[in-house]
């Protein structure tokens, strides 16, 4: 992975984070062809190549387990802004809760 944001592999395939191999190379081959550069009618060299890592990433049980992690607290660090102890001061509580949405 780089050092770049966090993109979200499982929303590239079109997965749940819980899917299993078979899956993610059942939505590989399925989303592959539709944007291969090749294809005429929706090929997507970025989209494609967004695809191609994404499924090396998740296929690769060690690269998934590194990616998962941050993953996981990319997540965490999004929804903690909706906790309780953030909503002590209701303004900066309703920018953060603002800020989230937008």
């Known amino acids: 992975?780089?050092?770049?944001?966090?993109a979200d592999f499982y929303e590239i395939l079109?997965?749940?984070?819980?899917?299993?191999?078979?899956?993610?190379?059942?939505?590989?081959r399925h989303l592959a062809k539709r944007y291969h550069p090749d294809n005429r009618d929706s090929g997507?060299?970025?989209?494609f190549s967004q695809i191609?890592?994404?499924?090396?990433?998740?296929?690769?049980?060690?690269e998934r387990a590194k990616y998962d992690i941050a993953y996981e607290?990319?997540?965490?660090?999004?929804?903690?802004?909706?906790?309780?102890?953030?909503?002590r001061n209701e303004v900066a509580s309703d920018?953060?809760?603002?800020?989230?949405i937008l």
């Open 73 to 87: 607290q990319l997540k965490a660090a999004q929804w903690r802004i909706f906790d309780q102890d953030t909503t």
């Open 95 to 100: 920018a953060r809760i603002r800020s989230a």
């Open 1 to 6: 992975m780089t050092a770049t944001p966090l």
């Open 14 to 28: 079109q997965l749940s984070p819980r899917a299993d191999r078979d899956t993610i190379e059942r939505v590989f």
């Open 52 to 62: 191609v890592e994404a499924y090396r990433v998740l296929t690769d049980p060690e």
């Open 44 to 47: 997507n060299a970025d989209a």
